[in-house]
């Protein structure tokens, strides 16, 4: 995983010395409930090995945050900065964030940067509705790292520190799809837009499909990393351009997302959503279509997935969406 300055990725053995050398530090692991005081020399090594297995579980994922120093030149190497983690909580459907950056690096923006490219990625390919983190009351640069990156105080509590001995009282956050500042509802498109009268809100017109192969199961996207509402699973479709008719922007954006042909004559009307977003109302017509050409290839990197008409409320999907689910099983 790579962001504008830094990659995360697993840690290696190779890395214990330096892990060591930076969390062993009052002012670091004063910061982190797990993390003892001092830290042993060989708890690096056996923490990192614990962490290719609970990633090889899918429990936990625990990266490093590396550097470059000297970057293009015969002297460039890489540099461990810290590490950023997420654990499971998969019966609560939530994960929980944790970093921490070596005091050599603070001020640099490594952690912010780091943790908002997990929060990203952890909200578009994860099973979750949420993830969750905390911060010592006293560390206000930690609280708001946090809320810059998207996450809302919630509360307070107590969580035991290895480190400080006993209970501290922490702050509570959380944050969903709709709470990361890169998946934000986006203002209107150059589409075909109206006047609402009493809200004057936008009306943006996008055109989706529900795709049914011969067992009778439905294709269902997962938006990708990087646009609004993330890891939410959708019909295909996109929006409806200038001069496009709802069955002509359908058969573009097919073309372009799954690599499939589709003649409008195969798309059948069935139904439609309205939902209002914070800065444009959506109207979503909903077409079926049992007869394409090619195979439903994922062009943009999205996840795709046949689903039995049973199983789709199963599927977290956005709020226009949703209202068109029981419509599509009853008919099915």
């Not at 496009?244 to 042909?261: F, G, Q, S, Y």
């Not at 109207?283 to 007869?291: A, E």
Request: charge should be neutral; include cysteine; charged fraction near 25%.
């Amino acid at each position: 995983m790579r962001t504008e300055r830094l990659t995360l990725r697993p840690l290696r053995a190779a890395d214990a010395a330096d892990l060591h050398r930076l969390v062993n530090d009052w002012e670091v692991a004063k910061t982190l409930a797990r993390v003892p005081f001092p830290y042993p020399r060989e708890l690096a090594d056996e923490w990192i090995a614990s962490t290719h297995a609970m990633m090889e579980e899918g429990r936990a994922w625990h990266l490093a945050i590396v550097g470059v120093e000297a970057a293009g030149t015969a002297e460039e190497k890489e540099v461990l900065v810290g590490c950023v983690g997420l654990t499971l909580d998969a019966g609560a459907k939530q994960a929980e964030l944790g970093y921490w950056v070596g005091r050599r690096f603070w001020g640099h923006g490594v952690g912010p940067e780091a943790a908002a490219r997990l929060s990203r990625w952890a909200l578009a390919h994860l099973d979750i509705r949420k993830l969750v983190a905390s911060a010592l009351l006293e560390n206000a640069r930690s609280r708001k790292l946090l809320a810059r990156i998207g996450f809302r105080e919630i509360g307070e509590g107590a969580q035991d520190f290895l480190s400080r001995g006993g209970a501290m009282p922490v702050a509570l956050f959380e944050m969903t799809r709709a709470d990361l500042p890169a998946n934000a509802p986006p203002p209107a498109p150059a589409a075909p837009v109206r006047e609402a009268a009493p809200e004057g809100k936008r009306i943006v017109l996008v055109s989706a499909v529900a795709l049914i192969d011969g067992d009778g199961r439905v294709l269902l996207a997962r938006r990708p990393e990087g646009k609004a509402l993330a890891g939410l699973w959708e019909f295909p479709g996109g929006k409806v351009h200038p001069g496009e008719t709802p069955e002509v922007a359908l058969i573009r954006e097919l073309k372009e997302e799954l690599a499939i042909d589709v003649a409008e004559s195969c798309l059948a009307p069935f139904a439609f959503a309205s939902h209002g977003y914070e800065n444009f109302h959506l109207l979503m017509p909903l077409f079926l279509c049992r007869r394409w050409s090619g195979q439903p290839t994922p062009v943009e990197g999205q996840a795709l997935a046949w689903v039995r008409p049973q199983k789709l409320a199963d599927y977290p999907m956005p709020p226009a969406d949703k209202p068109l689910v029981a419509l599509l099983r009853d008919f099915l």
